[in-house]
């Protein structure tokens, strides 16, 4: 398995609503990454998690909440959420060994109404 | 890391070379190059990284400068499927027990021509 994978592929939510977005890979990588994009914007870093624990929170809002269960699994709880919230959200691991060479899933295109 | 610029867009016909370049004059001695693409609709794709010595690999080339301050990857022979936005980064080496930053820059729109 070389992949990761994201779900749901889309997604709306109000602005009330809790949602979580899920990503999971089974490549051994011990290190996981939220990323935002906006449209014809590059990637933005929201958080790393390296051996489960958050390493790097690049100053993301509360209403983003990042969650480890295990070295497979990475969430991301979202909670009264904004329109301008509204991206796509990618999800990225990387091995040890290898630790500039990320595997990206295909997104979370999100829409909060 | 390094600040990288690179051309906004670029254009190249099916069949022939495409040579993106990516400037990095800040670069330090333990700093990688990085390049990946992002086609449509689709996460990232890692393509090559390379320190000092060029690199190639099955869907590129890496050739770096002498003084590493700049960089240009070829695509051998492009086609349409190529078509997408293509970013160099500069990166650190953390060690391997943790995990630094891969930051995307505003990369190159390669258009690939029939």
């Known amino acids: 398995d070389t992949e990761v994978t994201q779900t749901p592929k889309h997604l709306v939510m109000g602005m009330t609503n809790k949602k979580s977005l899920k990503c999971e890979q089974h490549?051994?990588?011990?290190?996981m990454y939220w990323y935002k994009q906006k449209a014809k914007k590059p990637p933005e870093l929201m958080f790393v998690?390296?051996?489960?624990?958050?390493?790097i929170n690049e100053s993301v809002p509360s209403r983003f909440s990042p969650e480890c269960p295990n070295s497979s699994l990475l969430n991301l709880h979202l909670h009264a959420l904004q329109p301008e919230d509204s991206a796509l959200y990618l999800c990225?691991?990387?091995?040890?060994?290898?630790?500039?060479?990320?595997?990206f899933g295909s997104g979370t295109r999100l829409t909060v109404v | 890391d390094a600040k990288t610029t690179q051309p906004t867009s670029m254009d190249c016909a099916e069949g022939r070379a495409a040579n993106l370049p990516c400037n990095h004059s800040?670069?330090?001695?333990?700093?990688?190059v990085y390049w990946y693409r992002q086609i449509h609709s689709q996460g990232p794709q890692y393509i090559i990284h390379?320190?000092?010595n060029n690199e190639t690999n099955e869907m590129a080339s890496l050739i770096i400068t002498e003084d590493r301050k700049s960089s240009t990857l070829i695509l051998p022979h492009a086609t349409l499927r190529d078509t997408a936005v293509y970013y160099c980064?500069?990166?650190?080496?953390?060690?391997?027990?943790?995990?630094?930053?891969?930051?995307f820059g505003q990369g190159t729109i390669l258009t690939v021509h029939p």
């Open positions: 980064i500069v990166r650190g080496y953390a060690g391997g027990t943790s995990y630094g930053k891969l930051t």
């Open positions: 390379g320190l000092k």
């Open positions: 990225a691991s990387s091995h040890p060994a290898r630790e500039g060479h990320y595997t």
């Open positions: 800040t670069i330090s001695g333990n700093e990688y």
């Open positions: 490549m051994g990588h011990r290190a």
């Open positions: 998690y390296s051996y489960e624990k958050l390493s």
